[in-house]
């Protein structure tokens, strides 16, 4: 009996190259872009929650601007704004916006640098892959949102306090202002003069008066003139008026001296009166 010898070809094994290791931060950017894509869906689908969202930011930025801007005058605010107040402060102040937008347009390029130097030098991503763990990836979560926030508190804050030290130092825009029913205060006054305004709201104008916060009605104001700021350098509020002696000119005080006429000259002039010196009082 014979058995018939069984060969078999052998094929050499091709070495299969080991794949880069992932690194956790790509997982998180995956993550991260997943969250965008849904996010943006959904604003697709309901495109009035974007309106929503800005009324509440513009409306708590008002809120902490004016609550802030008059702590720094003592005055509690609240009792005098209404609902519209919050948008009204947040829009007259446009910077606030601009820098809030600023700073979170500089976080989104750093962030976009940051994972285009992962993706390209290799040593960069092993340094920071530690800190890309899934366990962190919530609280990275959390720190993306509250950072429009705390930008957003940051600014209102730093403004507030810029304005309330410019009116304090008399350095804003000073107005005059007409009333057409006269304000009792140490006397009935019909017109402010070299004041500034702190705030307005849709009921009243809040302006700065000699230290002191008036609290003004608009169905109370006739009139609101700007001064130009030549008109309130050459009187300051905090001078006191001034003496000052102007003394004649010496020169024609000199050439108006005569001597005394002889008793034989007639074509002699009478000597001139003494001028007294002129006191003026200068603001």
Same mark, same amino acid.
């Given at each position: 009996?014979?058995?018939?010898? /069984?060969?078999?070809?052998?094929?050499?094994?091709?070495?299969?190259?080991?794949?880069?290791?992932?690194?956790?931060?790509?997982?998180?950017?995956?993550?991260?872009?997943?969250?965008?894509?849904?996010?943006?869906?959904?604003?697709?689908?309901?495109?009035?929650?974007?309106?929503?969202?800005?009324?509440?930011?513009?409306?708590?930025?008002?809120?902490?601007?004016?609550?802030?801007?008059?702590?720094?005058?003592?005055?509690?605010?609240?009792?005098?704004?209404?609902?519209?107040?919050?948008?009204?402060?947040? &829009?007259?102040? =446009?910077?606030?916006?601009?820098?809030?937008?600023?700073?979170?347009?500089?976080?989104?390029?750093?962030?976009?640098?940051?994972?285009?130097?992962?993706?390209?030098?290799?040593? $960069?991503?092993?340094?920071?892959?530690? $800190?890309?763990? =899934?366990?962190?990836?919530?609280? $990275?979560?959390?720190?993306?949102?509250?950072? =429009? &926030?705390?930008?957003?508190?940051?600014?209102?804050?730093?403004?507030?306090?810029?304005?309330?030290?410019?009116? /304090?130092?008399?350095?804003?825009?000073?107005?005059?202002?007409?009333?057409?029913?006269?304000?009792?205060?140490?006397?009935?006054?019909?017109?402010?003069?070299?004041?500034?305004?702190?705030?307005?709201?849709?009921? $009243?104008?809040?302006?700065?008066?000699?230290?002191?916060?008036?609290?003004?009605?608009?169905?109370?104001?006739?009139?609101?003139?700007?001064?130009?700021?030549?008109?309130?350098?050459?009187?300051?509020?905090?001078?006191?008026?001034?003496?000052?002696?102007?003394?004649?000119?010496?020169?024609?005080?000199?050439?108006? /001296?005569?001597?005394?006429?002889?008793?034989?000259?007639?074509?002699?002039? =009478?000597?001139?009166?003494?001028?007294?010196?002129?006191?003026?009082?200068?603001?």
């Amino acid at each position: 009996m014979t058995t018939a010898n /069984k060969t078999t070809d052998t094929v050499p094994e091709i070495p299969i190259p080991a794949a880069p290791p992932i690194f956790h931060a790509e997982l998180y950017d995956a993550q991260v872009n997943s969250m965008l894509r849904r996010f943006g869906r959904f604003l697709l689908r309901h495109p009035s929650i974007m309106l929503t969202f800005g009324y509440l930011l513009c409306s708590m930025l008002g809120m902490l601007f004016a609550i802030r801007l008059f702590a720094q005058f003592d005055f509690a605010i609240l009792p005098y704004l209404e609902l519209s107040d919050y948008m009204l402060a947040a &829009l007259s102040h =446009p910077w606030i916006l601009l820098n809030v937008a600023g700073w979170l347009l500089f976080s989104w390029v750093l962030l976009g640098i940051d994972r285009y130097a992962r993706r390209r030098i290799r040593w $960069y991503a092993q340094c920071l892959d530690n $800190y890309y763990k =899934p366990a962190l990836f919530h609280y $990275y979560n959390f720190m993306f949102i509250s950072i =429009p &926030l705390l930008f957003l508190y940051t600014e209102a804050i730093d403004e507030s306090l810029l304005l309330a030290s410019k009116i /304090k130092a008399y350095q804003a825009p000073m107005f005059q202002v007409s009333l057409i029913y006269p304000v009792q205060d140490t006397a009935k006054t019909l017109q402010l003069n070299q004041v500034q305004v702190i705030a307005r709201t849709s009921s $009243y104008l809040f302006l700065y008066f000699r230290g002191q916060i008036k609290v003004i009605p608009h169905a109370n104001v006739a009139a609101l003139l700007p001064l130009s700021p030549v008109a309130t350098a050459v009187h300051p509020l905090n001078s006191s008026p001034r003496m000052e002696v102007l003394q004649p000119n010496t020169e024609r005080a000199t050439a108006d /001296k005569t001597t005394l006429p002889s008793s034989g000259d007639a074509s002699v002039a =009478p000597p001139a009166k003494t001028i007294p010196p002129a006191i003026s009082a200068v603001e």
